[in-house]
């Protein structure tokens, strides 16, 4: 609804809610986030604290006022798009609109600054991008092909354009939206499958496990490895009993049997990791082994789906304590969001092995694409019963193409000097 459109009362709402907006983003921007009250703000707009909460329910919401129009823009341009225009193309050009926006304000830099800074922003804008996923992979969904794994494919597509659409920095979101929309519309045209032979998976240790050791385990790594375990299995234990927000770190530090400073020494990063006993290193290496020394003749995207087919929530057959960890995460939205933090600190090595297996340039754009893509699917398979399934429907559309890969069919090749057609 325009301004020429609204009622006397109507456009009185909107001009309130725009200078609360405007007073609070200002205060925010000098100050800090943390260092700014509620009251601060409807002090700076002239109006009451209940007038406030009227307009916005939450101090976070006061700095994505504009959460609402983006989800009804993303959803619109989708169910009203002019007939006979591609799902694909609509969401394009939807995301180049907003491109521009942001580079017309002086002050997304500074917005964008504010958000990386501040945790509970940060939480803020992955919840609220995720609730913006569920509605447009809904109008997806019903915008497309009536198959087997519609609804997985849509969630997927939602994700990845959503990527495209957060206002993080870049240096031409213009580039990155036709790289991404081309990938989602076309597939991975698998340029490694043409590129210079690989050494054979001989000339290195398998994919699917780390190196031998040189020899057994002493004593030390034994009981550093005993240590590591009794703390991850108090954490699952106590977080499965009475929840993971209502257990501290000095609880599962005694239920372990040690201190909270060795606690920590085992795992830097906190309480979210405490269920998750990996060594990241050992995980980045594993996806760049497998990109490297997958098997002549097949492509990186089927020696990826084969190595995560193995792992986490894709494995077959897990044991119950095994089921019960990822229960828990499923459930946890902090264990959650650190595992899929866990799977995205690969994205630079992975898109580098990416790039050297398909005779790309160093960081190229589509590879790079494609490694943060396949590296959220052990996230899209938290939101489903069937995480093998998620996986076979996600990797097979990063192979042909959306809705294409629901089908079987691969769509014709756009020409790479033409803008995509999709």
Same mark, same amino acid.
């Given at each position: 609804?325009?301004?020429?459109?609204?009622?006397?009362?109507?456009?009185?709402?909107?001009?309130?809610?725009?200078?609360?907006?405007?007073?609070?983003?200002?205060?925010?921007?000098?100050?800090?986030?943390?260092?700014?009250?509620?009251?601060?703000?409807?002090?700076?707009?002239?109006? &009451?604290?209940?007038?406030?909460?009227?307009?916005?329910?939450?101090?976070?919401?006061?700095?994505?006022?504009?959460?609402?129009?983006?989800?009804?823009?993303?959803? &619109?341009?989708?169910?009203?798009?002019?007939?006979?225009? %591609?799902?694909?193309?609509?969401?394009?050009?939807?995301?180049?609109?907003?491109?521009?926006?942001? &580079?017309?304000?002086?002050?997304?830099?500074?917005?964008?600054?504010?958000?990386?800074?501040?945790?509970?922003?940060?939480?803020?804008?992955?919840?609220?991008?995720?609730?913006?996923?569920?509605?447009?992979?809904?109008?997806?969904?019903?915008?497309?092909?009536?198959? %087997?794994?519609?609804?997985?494919?849509?969630? /997927?597509?939602?994700?990845?354009?959503?990527?495209? /659409?957060?206002?993080?920095?870049?240096?031409? =979101?213009?580039?990155?939206?036709?790289?991404?929309?081309?990938?989602?519309?076309?597939?991975?045209?698998?340029?490694?499958?043409?590129?210079?032979?690989?050494?054979?998976?001989?000339?290195?240790? &398998?994919?699917?496990?780390?190196?031998?050791?040189?020899?057994?385990?002493?004593?030390?790594?034994?009981?550093?490895?005993?240590?590591?375990?009794?703390?991850?299995?108090?954490?699952?234990?106590?977080?499965?009993?009475?929840?993971?927000?209502?257990?501290? #770190?000095?609880?599962?530090?005694?239920?372990?049997?040690?201190?909270?400073?060795?606690?920590?020494?085992?795992?830097?990063?906190?309480?979210?990791?405490? #269920?998750?006993?990996?060594?990241?290193?050992?995980?980045?290496?594993?996806?760049?082994?497998?990109?490297?020394?997958?098997?002549?003749?097949?492509?990186?995207?089927?020696?990826?789906?084969?190595?995560?087919?193995?792992?986490?929530?894709?494995?077959?057959?897990?044991? %119950?304590?095994?089921?019960?960890?990822?229960?828990?995460?499923?459930?946890?939205?902090?264990?959650?969001?650190?595992?899929?933090?866990?799977?995205?600190?690969?994205?630079?090595?992975?898109?580098?092995?990416?790039?050297?297996?398909?005779?790309?340039?160093?960081?190229?754009?589509?590879?790079?694409?494609?490694?943060?893509?396949?590296?959220?699917?052990?996230?899209? /398979?938290?939101?489903?019963?069937?995480?093998?399934?998620?996986?076979?429907?996600?990797?097979?559309?990063?192979?042909?193409?959306? =809705?294409?890969?629901?089908?079987?069919?691969?769509?014709?090749?756009?020409?790479?000097?033409?803008?995509?057609?999709?």
């Amino acid at each position: 609804m325009t301004e020429a459109t609204m009622g006397r009362r109507e456009r009185k709402k909107a001009r309130t809610r725009q200078a609360i907006a405007d007073a609070a983003m200002e205060l925010f921007l000098e100050r800090g986030f943390d260092q700014v009250a509620i009251k601060d703000v409807a002090e700076a707009a002239d109006v &009451s604290m209940s007038g406030l909460f009227k307009h916005f329910p939450t101090k976070e919401s006061l700095v994505f006022d504009e959460e609402d129009d983006v989800q009804a823009g993303l959803v &619109s341009a989708v169910r009203d798009r002019p007939e006979g225009t %591609p799902v694909l193309r609509a969401l394009r050009a939807w995301l180049l609109a907003r491109a521009r926006e942001g &580079s017309a304000d002086a002050r997304t830099a500074a917005f964008l600054d504010l958000i990386a800074r501040t945790p509970a922003l940060s939480d803020y804008a992955r919840r609220m991008w995720r609730r913006h996923e569920e509605e447009l992979a809904e109008a997806i969904r019903q915008a497309g092909p009536d198959a %087997p794994g519609a609804d997985i494919a849509a969630r /997927a597509v939602a994700r990845f354009v959503l990527d495209r /659409a957060q206002p993080w920095q870049r240096d031409d =979101p213009h580039a990155e939206i036709d790289a991404a929309v081309t990938l989602l519309a076309h597939g991975w045209p698998a340029p490694e499958l043409h590129a210079a032979p690989h050494p054979p998976p001989c000339a290195a240790p &398998s994919s699917s496990a780390p190196p031998s050791p040189a020899r057994p385990p002493g004593l030390r790594e034994r009981k550093k490895a005993a240590t590591r375990q009794a703390i991850t299995e108090a954490a699952v234990e106590l977080f499965t009993a009475r929840g993971y927000d209502n257990v501290g #770190v000095r609880e599962i530090a005694e239920a372990a049997g040690t201190s909270i400073a060795t606690l920590f020494t085992y795992f830097p990063d906190g309480k979210a990791s405490l #269920v998750f006993p990996g060594d990241r290193g050992d995980h980045i290496a594993a996806l760049v082994r497998t990109v490297r020394f997958r098997r002549p003749g097949q492509s990186v995207l089927a020696a990826l789906r084969d190595h995560m087919a193995g792992r986490g929530p894709f494995a077959a057959n897990p044991t %119950p304590d095994e089921q019960r960890v990822l229960d828990l995460i499923r459930a946890t939205p902090e264990l959650r969001d650190y595992a899929l933090r866990s799977w995205a600190v690969a994205q630079e090595p992975l898109t580098a092995a990416i790039a050297a297996a398909a005779a790309l340039p160093a960081g190229d754009l589509t590879a790079r694409l494609l490694a943060r893509y396949v590296l959220q699917i052990p996230d899209l /398979a938290t939101a489903t019963d069937d995480a093998r399934r998620t996986l076979d429907v996600v990797t097979g559309i990063l192979e042909r193409g959306w =809705p294409a890969g629901l089908t079987g069919r691969r769509p014709r090749t756009t020409p790479a000097a033409e803008p995509p057609q999709v």
